[in-house]
């Protein structure tokens, strides 16, 4: 049977998305080349991860990553491919990857202006059971004149020109944030292999009716969090408490949360006192896309996007989410604070 559906032939791809933006800020062209290349290895990554089982590509590596997180031979995988296109893109002179415990300074001859902070894949630990896992990255210009270290990515992310994330599940998708724009999300056609505008300057709702958080750790909670839970679950005002979600994935979290509206808290505890997600890769990239999408993201007692890092790994507690969920948070926190 012949299909007659509509076949759009004036398509936005990613590239030429970034390419018409470029073109607007007078680009030298460098960003497309960058975004270009992650693209590949996203696209390389997805089509890892969906045929992982048959691939023999799930299971331990045998070691563990400079963050204590037991290896998947995907996540080797996803590493190897996100440096080596980055390399080739001719425009990055610093990686920064979870998988690696110093900063990969790349050859002068390929050298660019860029510097990419990037968790190759999130929630590598759902690997085994299918659960949706991810690529989150941030990108940086080197701002000194001096040869490219580590120490160029010790940026706060209100630096970053652009961040986002890929997230593997029903489909692939790829959240694109950028300084100049707002947030935009592309979908992956396999039928063509390019990542397609699906939905264009994204916003968040004002207030949600999920929250997402371990509570597991309830035994380690600080008393905010313990009542904020508490408001949620029983609300005082006769309204419907909230629902909880929690897949632990963080890239899947913070989507459910961009998308449905809501609150993610990955908060410091009596365990993990500096919190347990780290700066660089993965809560500065998710707290500039939930900025640019209209929402909140902290620490509870700073943006994290205000944050000045110390070391290319460290830590910090995180909460973001729609605008009023994040504020009530933040007023219970003011209120403990104070005693």
Same mark, same amino acid.
């Given at each position: ?28 062209? =460098?960003?497309?080349? *960058? *975004?270009?290349?992650? !693209? ?60 690696? #415990? ?14 990419? !902070?990037?968790?190759?894949?999130? @929630?590598?630990?759902?690997?085994? !059971? *299918? ?15 001096? =040869? ?15 961040? @986002? ?15 100049a724009g707002g947030v935009n999300c592309f ?41 904020? /839970?508490k408001k949620k679950k029983f609300p005082e ?20 949360? /961009? ?7 990955? %908060? ?25 999408? @209209? ?14 890092? =110390? ?5 910090? %507690? ?20 104070? #005693?």
């Amino acid at each position: 049977m012949t299909d007659r559906s509509a076949f759009d032939t004036n398509v936005i791809t990613m590239t030429r998305f970034v390419m018409e933006e470029g073109r607007r800020a007078k680009g030298t062209g =460098e960003f497309t080349q *960058l *975004l270009n290349s992650l !693209c590949t290895a996203v696209k390389a990554i997805s089509t890892a991860v969906r045929k992982a089982g048959i691939a023999n590509l799930y299971g331990i590596a045998g070691s563990t990553n400079v963050t204590g997180d037991q290896v998947k031979k995907l996540d080797i995988l996803s590493n190897d491919l996100v440096i080596n296109m980055l390399k080739s893109s001719f425009s990055t002179c610093v990686i920064v990857s979870e998988e690696n #415990k110093d900063a990969v300074i790349v050859e002068a001859d390929k050298r660019g202006k860029y510097i990419v !902070c990037i968790d190759p894949l999130d @929630g590598s630990s759902n690997i085994d !059971c *299918l659960v949706s896992i991810g690529t989150i990255f941030g990108i940086y210009r080197k701002v000194t004149p001096e =040869e490219p270290s580590g120490k160029d990515a010790l940026q706060p992310g209100r630096n970053l020109v652009a961040a @986002g994330y890929a997230l593997y599940g029903s489909a692939t998708m790829l959240v694109l944030a950028t300084s100049a724009g707002g947030v935009n999300c592309f979908m992956l056609d396999p039928a063509i292999g390019e990542f397609i505008l699906v939905d264009r300057d994204v916003k968040i709702k004002k207030k949600g009716n999920i929250y997402s958080l371990n509570e597991g750790y309830a035994k380690y909670f600080d008393p905010a969090i313990t009542e904020y /839970l508490k408001k949620k679950k029983f609300p005082e005002d006769g309204s419907s408490p909230y629902g909880g979600r929690y897949i632990g994935s963080m890239v899947a979290d913070v989507h459910r949360t /961009l998308v449905y509206g809501g609150i993610f808290l990955y %908060p410091a505890n009596s365990k993990s006192p500096k919190g347990k997600l780290r700066l660089l890769y993965e809560c500065n990239p998710m707290a500039f896309v939930i900025e640019k999408a @209209g929402g909140i993201a902290t620490t509870g007692h700073q943006a994290i996007l205000d944050v000045v890092p =110390e070391d290319i790994h460290q830590r910090v %507690p995180v909460v973001l989410g729609s605008p009023d969920d994040v504020k009530e948070y933040l007023e219970i926190v003011k209120k403990h604070s104070a #005693k």
